[in-house]
């Protein structure tokens, strides 16, 4: 079997942490480009590879691209186009992307942080490609990595990219919220860790929706304007704007 070798463009938390599981799985790298040097260098050390100050300098046939997406429409056309591409976005369309020949995506549908270790045994991992002989490539990389790997069009993995905002940023952002509200009163937010884990818990439910608590899904009308009036700002825009979403969400299982 040949063996496979890369090249990798990025240097941030994609870049990190595809890049070290990748090598932990026996992938061999040729060198790294980034627009940091310092983290480019950190970067191929842990990967036992070079550092290339140019994208025309990357030689492994294969070129993997963890960048952002604002970054992808101006670095993917200037990668040569005897190169096969695979880059890692959740949202660029393959169409679109600025390239029309040996291109593809391999996703992983998964919140990604340099220092976090995850496991991978069951990380989805959505592929694509503008050709057959590349989309296989891309799935014998994939498998070095997950046993749950997807072949998934462009406009389905746009899909897939919003719903995971809304399950991960989105669910962050409302934590830091949370805490925000305790520490501006000197209050111990860690008293709130018990919840937060047995959330976790309700989401691995399939259906969610009979999860469900809180004085939005009870109605309790008194209750929700007390809150709204002990906030300010973008909070109390929140509050009321998912409160409202939660109630018109179960309003006619309440009719029922």
Not at 36 to 56: F, G, I, P, W, Y
Not at 181 to 192: E, H, M, P, T, V
Not at 222 to 244: A, C, N, P, V
Request: overall charge negative; aromatic content about 6%.
């Amino acid at each position: 079997m040949q063996r496979i070798k890369l090249s990798i463009v990025g240097t941030g938390n994609v870049a990190y942490q595809l890049g070290e599981l990748l090598e932990k799985a026996g992938i061999e790298f040729s060198e790294v480009y980034g627009r940091s040097t310092e983290s480019a260098l950190d970067l191929a050390k842990r990967l036992k590879c070079n550092v290339v100050d140019s994208l025309s300098k990357l030689t492994s046939d294969l070129v993997l691209v963890c960048i952002s997406d604002d970054a992808l429409l101006e670095v993917l056309p200037l990668i040569a186009e005897d190169k096969k591409v695979i880059y890692t976005s959740g949202s660029m369309h393959l169409n679109t992307c600025g390239r029309t020949t040996n291109t593809g995506v391999l996703y992983p549908l998964q919140t990604l942080k340099k220092e976090q270790a995850i496991s991978t045994a069951n990380l989805p991992l959505l592929i694509e490609a503008q050709d057959n002989d590349l989309l296989k490539e891309i799935e014998k990389l994939a498998n070095c990595l997950s046993n749950n790997v997807h072949v998934v069009s462009s406009d389905d993995r746009l899909y897939y990219h919003l719903s995971a905002v809304w399950m991960n940023n989105f669910t962050t952002h409302l934590v830091h919220l949370s805490q925000d509200i305790l520490q501006k009163r000197n209050l111990d937010a860690a008293l709130l860790k018990p919840l937060l884990m047995e959330t976790a818990e309700k989401l691995k439910q399939e259906n969610i929706r009979f999860s469900q608590t809180g004085p939005a899904r009870r109605g309790d009308k008194h209750i929700l304007e007390f809150h709204r009036s002990l906030l300010s700002g973008k909070q109390r825009e929140i509050y009321t704007l998912i409160s409202e979403s939660i109630q018109e969400t179960y309003r006619n299982d309440d009719q029922l």
